[in-house]
């Protein structure tokens, strides 16, 4: 790992990690994606809330990586899976940071869900 050059470029630019205290869950056309009590909250200037389920709370059987990438000054690159679910997907909905920055150590291994790819899939805490 290494130190994110956003964070020196940017320091006025915010992104905080805090463990949510309740159990979260996803659920993508009915069926549960994750659930998990161990899930991390970012929140970062300009983005809404994310929360980032550890992988072995995911169903992987349900991700296909794909090519996608992108690079986050702040956070590192990450990569992209479709979500499958029978007859319905999300294209690009989930991503994960393989090797975060030093600064974000604590996303490692974990996996995000984008509500915006796709009505279907929604991620929520339960009492």
Known sequence: MSKSPGHRQHPEHHVKESHVAERMTVVFAGQTLA??????????????????????????????????????????????????????????????????????????ERTAFDESKSEELVVRSLP
Request: proline share 7%; hydrophobic share 25%.
């Open 35 to 108: 659930d998990s009590r161990d899930v991390v909250r970012v929140d970062e200037d300009g983005h809404p809330p994310r929360f980032y389920f550890p992988r072995g709370d995911v169903r992987q059987d349900r991700l296909k990586r794909t090519e996608t990438s992108t690079e986050c000054p702040f956070k590192g690159t990450a990569s992209y899976f479709d979500v499958d679910v029978g007859d319905q997907g999300a294209n690009d909905a989930v991503w994960s940071y393989e090797t975060p920055y030093d600064e974000h150590a604590g996303l490692k």
